[in-house]
């Protein structure tokens, strides 16, 4: 029984060791790992040692080298050794997170992990919060909490009676948000023609003047401002304070997406981009991206606990209440689900707020410095100089031509495997997007990414 368990941290350790000379894009095609993966469901089972050694082998090649320290695609972020070790305990606890009774340690470390973390980022001391898969989950349990609120105070029921009849929810928002939140507003039934795009400075922050006007036009109806915290493209962070007072004289409920820049709030050098966002009435933000928790870790705060608990509490006959301890299914969108507080305490403790803002701080370094470098190189351009820890760059050919060339040296530099980017469409034209939100980038990385980079710009101009 236990040695499958060595066998599985053997193969661990031995992948975390590989990480630095590993490539870093997948190396054999999906048709192979098709072929090497679907085997017949067996009639009878296979020996676990053998099930583990076999899904290590099938899998070689076909794992993006995420964790790793040069990876620089979307936003993921790696996983810290502390967290990682608590992940694996979670499993092994095997606790079912839906209440104080069935997980009665990881309820209490949920609370203590929703205090921290408003403690941390400056958010109400009052706010409710819920540990959901990711940030995904994030807007749209906080959306479901806004629904409850904007529609109970237009005297409609929403929990009771649905959405249909119910007066339309508005959302006004910039081009820059994440389609995560068209997403929630599709499975809520609010509906993404319901979500109308402000205007944005030159710096892509919303127009305040243009979002009084777009409040205006909503007549009073429910509404619905989410502004953003570190987007995904340039890090930009929308003007908290004005944005709110806005929305509140217009009592619009606003709602943050923090799912990368939320953190920057554990920083003395760039907590001022947050200035007036403890004003806003729910917010957003990921653990698995910047805090570098692995997969499952999103995190939710709403401002009115009330409307937040009416939007999820179940009674149902098998519950034991035990109303000393926070009940995480009341707040949670998620029936059962692991128990995703243990990672995130880890993590805490093992980084503490200095750990975090250090972290913050070193990431946008390493961001701002790929960024300047790779964009002087000759033929490239920067598009974006990183807010935080997010950038752009483009590149031309010889004949002066972007987009498709800025899309072929990306692919260029992914095969060759000492780094990887993605490719983003912004403003119109075709951008590298560098994004740096590892705790194991080093500047020895950044050193090497740039040579990479360089060596793929100039093979491809040719
Ligand atoms: C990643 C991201 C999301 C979605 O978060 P998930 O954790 O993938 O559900 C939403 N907004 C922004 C700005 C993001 O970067």
Redesign the pocket.
């Known amino acids: 029984m236990m040695n499958v368990l060595n066998v599985a941290a053997a193969h661990a350790a031995k992948y975390l060791e590989s990480l630095p000379e590993r490539p870093i894009a997948p190396q054999v095609p999906l048709a192979e790992l098709q072929r090497r993966l679907a085997k017949p469901l067996p009639e009878q089972g296979v020996a676990d040692e053998a099930v583990i050694d076999e899904l290590v082998r099938d899998c070689d090649g076909g794992l993006m080298g995420s964790a790793g320290g040069r990876f620089f695609g979307w ?1 993921i972020g790696g996983t810290l050794p502390a967290a990682l070790a608590a992940d694996w305990l979670t499993s092994t606890w095997d606790q079912n997170a839906a209440s104080n009774v069935t997980a009665p340690a990881e309820a209490v470390v949920e609370q203590v992990c929703g205090e921290w973390i408003k403690q941390l980022l400056g958010l109400p001391d009052s706010a409710s919060f819920a540990l959901v898969t ?3 989950m994030a807007h749209t349990t906080a959306l479901a909490s806004a629904r409850h609120k904007l529609l109970r105070d237009r005297g409609w029921d929403v929990e009771a009676r649905g959405v249909s009849g119910a007066p339309p929810i508005r959302i006004l928002t910039t081009e820059n948000r ?1 389609e ?1 939140i068209l997403r929630a507003a599709r499975v809520l039934g609010i509906g993404t023609d319901a979500v109308k795009y402000v205007r944005a400075d030159n710096l892509g922050r919303i127009d305040v003047g243009a979002l009084e006007t777009a409040l205006k036009e909503s007549g009073g109806g429910p509404t619905v401002v989410l502004l953003q915290a570190g ?2 493209n340039t890090g930009m962070f929308d003007p908290f304070g004005p944005a709110c007072e806005a929305a509140h004289a217009a009592k619009a409920w606003v709602h943050v ?1 923090g ?2 820049g939320l953190w920057v709030g554990a920083s003395a050098r760039y907590r001022s981009l947050l200035d007036g966002v403890e004003r806003a009435d729910s917010w957003a933000t ?1 653990g ?2 910047w805090l570098n928790l692995p997969f499952d870790s ?1 995190l939710v705060f709403v401002r009115d606990a009330a409307a937040h608990k009416a939007s999820f509490a179940q009674d149902t006959s098998y519950s034991v209440p035990v109303e000393a301890v926070r009940n995480q299914k009341d707040w949670n969108p998620e029936w059962s689900r692991r128990g995703r507080g243990f990672p995130l305490y880890t993590a805490l403790r093992s980084l503490g707020r200095a750990g975090i803002a250090d972290m913050v701080e070193r990431c946008s370094a390493h961001a701002t410095r790929l960024v300047s470098e790779i964009g002087a190189l000759p033929g490239a351009e920067i598009a974006s100089m990183p807010v935080i820890n997010q950038g752009l760059v483009r590149f031309s050919s010889k004949t002066g031509e972007h987009d498709t060339f800025t899309d072929r040296v990306i692919r260029r530099i992914q095969d060759a495997g000492v780094a990887f980017f993605g490719g983003s469409t912004w403003r119109g034209m075709r951008v590298m997007r560098i994004s740096v939100c590892n705790w194991r980038t080093t500047g020895d990385d950044v050193t090497a990414t740039i040579a990479s980079v360089a060596e793929a710009l100039a093979a491809e101009r040719g």
């Open positions: 936003v990711g940030c995904q994440h995560s987007d995904l997406d799912a990368i990921d698995h991206k999103g």
